[in-house]
């Protein structure tokens, strides 16, 4: 594409060569100069907070910077990362060991990098009105890989419900939404029924339920917020404990349980070096500008000194995960607090 210049203008393009500019001042065309590009891809969960943040910094930078959002899902944002495809992967779960090494053969370092909370919901159609909340025991029971074909019906979930098909939505195998809810519910990563319309896009799955009366789902707090007039939103108990609704409140004060979890952006180790990537990881941890965005998209805020110490990990480009396997429960001090390891 080519665009007509002026020769004065033309003069202050110092990275044209000479011989380029009087050429092109001849023909009195020019190429449209190349905008630095940062490339980020992954979670979808974790795609509202990279979208707004990305949308306020490129009005703050005036279009110099551009910043590219994917929603592959956290294991297809990992696989493009881990070839040195992306500068910043989103990511609603830690890296997998498996994820590790196949950075660590493409030579990509990372930094991890905690940016928000999530309370994980569950939802149902809103003209369900049998359920007034569930247990993680039933969540297991009707999301265990042995329901397949069997946990059919609500009234197998609970004596007293209708006998009423049951409908499975969730996010697909390569989310990392799944990845946690499968630890925190079936006890096992990765590990669930497979007779469930799953997709990376979360707006399709609530299309689905909020059309099928039977349905029963689960992604993101911020999707559910997007959408409170097609869905509703299951409170939770766990471990005898009372049922605890989602929310911004009970994520923040760890009292949704076991489904509220931090989520992360991994930045590489030399993308961080780029002028323009350093500015903006720089602009996603502000704890002075973080916290608004975030909350603005419906999730839950880091507290400031949670924000400060991200900082100083970026600044001083510590790699490595914090991370010893899948853990579910673990509070966002004790995160910021231990080693990292590569």
Known sequence: MFVKMSAKTLRRCGSVSAIAVMALAVSGLTPVLAVDT??????????PITE?????FQKKERGKIRVTVG?????????????????????SRPIKDS??????????????????????????????????????????????PEAQGKIVKWNQVRP???DQPLML???????????YFTEAVVGKEHSSRGDFQASEDDNVLVQGVSSDVGA???????????????????PISWKGGAPVLPSIETAKDASYQPLSRPIFIYVNRKSAD????????????NPKTAPKLVKEVGYVPLPEDAYAKAQSIFGKREIGTVFHGSEVGIGIAELMARERKH
């Open 38 to 47: 940062i490339k980020v891809d992954g979670s979808s969960t974790v795609y």
């Open 160 to 162: 007293g419900f209708p």
């Open 99 to 144: 994820e590790k090494e196949a950075c660590k053969a493409s030579g990509v370092e990372y930094i991890e990098l905690p940016i928000a909370l999530d309370a994980l919901t569950v939802v149902v159609n809103p003209k369900n009105t049998w359920v007034d909340h569930l247990t993680v025991d039933e969540l297991k029971k009707v999301w265990e």
């Open 169 to 179: 939505y969730g996010p697909g195998v390569d989310s990392g939404t799944y990845d």
């Open 216 to 234: 029963l789902g689960f992604f993101g707090l911020a999707y559910y917020l997007e959408n409170t007039k097609k869905l509703k939103a299951v």
């Open 274 to 285: 780029k002028p323009y990537v350093k500015k903006f990881v720089e602009y996603y941890v």
């Open 52 to 56: 707004a943040m990305a949308e306020e």
């Open 71 to 91: 929603i592959a899902g956290t294991g297809g944002g990992f696989k493009k990362f881990c070839r040195g495809e992306t500068d910043i992967s989103d990511a």
